[in-house]
């Protein structure tokens, strides 16, 4: 009988592990689920106009919704701020200047060629390769999870995409499809789900 019920023991043992295994598998999975779900919100706003202008594969900044190459021929620079002469802060100050419908921001410039956001024929990157660039550390200033969510959440030019101001014509620039409030609600699920990516290109 001690034989007998040293085996149960185990039995129930290994029943509880098994049944603690799949589980933990499961919250994993439904985390990573909402964790994409998240990232898609997330990648809607970078690949809007507002942010996606500003993050190009070409050597020049792209202006308005139809995301045309940027006017009297300004060029990235050597350090994404333009050249001398027609560098970004010539024109680009500190805030919108809704009288001329030149948008502002501190620190205005191109983001470095490695975060771009869009192939060499202005097509958007994929949902997956967007991913798979701002979490690699190596590109991303070493920022990881907090870090990403901080920099959505705080630096300048990426609250400006939500305050961008008037277009020449008078017309206010359209937002992001989300809130900023609403981005950043979305990065902080997906940095708490550990910043899954989706598969594939």
């Known amino acids: 009988m001690p034989g007998i019920r040293a085996g149960l023991v185990v039995s129930a043992v290994v029943a509880v592990s098994l ?16 964790g994409l779900a998240a990232w898609e919100q997330v990648y809607s706003v970078l690949i ?53 419908g030149v948008p502002g921001g501190h620190n205005w410039h ?9 192939d060499t024929n202005d097509r958007p990157l994929s949902s997956a390769d967007v991913c798979r660039q701002i979490t690699d550390r190596k590109r991303n200033h070493n920022l990881d999870g907090p870090g990403l969510l901080k920099h959505h959440e705080e630096e300048a030019l990426v609250k400006w995409a939500w305050n961008p101001g008037r277009r020449p014509d008078g017309a206010m620039r359209t937002l992001p499809p989300l809130t900023h409030e609403q981005f950043v609600a979305a990065t902080r699920r997906w940095v708490e789900a550990g910043t899954p990516c989706p598969q594939g290109k």
Do not use: F
Not at 63 to 90: F, I, M, T, W, Y
């Open 48 to 100: 809007s106009p507002r942010c996606i202008n500003c993050h190009t594969a070409t050597n020049y900044p792209q202006q308005g919704d139809d995301r045309h190459r940027h006017v009297a021929n300004v060029v990235r620079g050597p350090e994404g701020k333009g050249v001398p002469g027609l560098n970004c802060a010539s024109c680009h100050q500190e805030t919108n200047a809704d009288s001329t």
């Open 110 to 118: 191109l983001a470095p060629l490695e975060m771009r956001w869009q």
């Open 19 to 34: 049944t603690v295994g799949v589980l933990v598998n499961a919250h994993d999975s439904n985390s990573t689920a909402q």
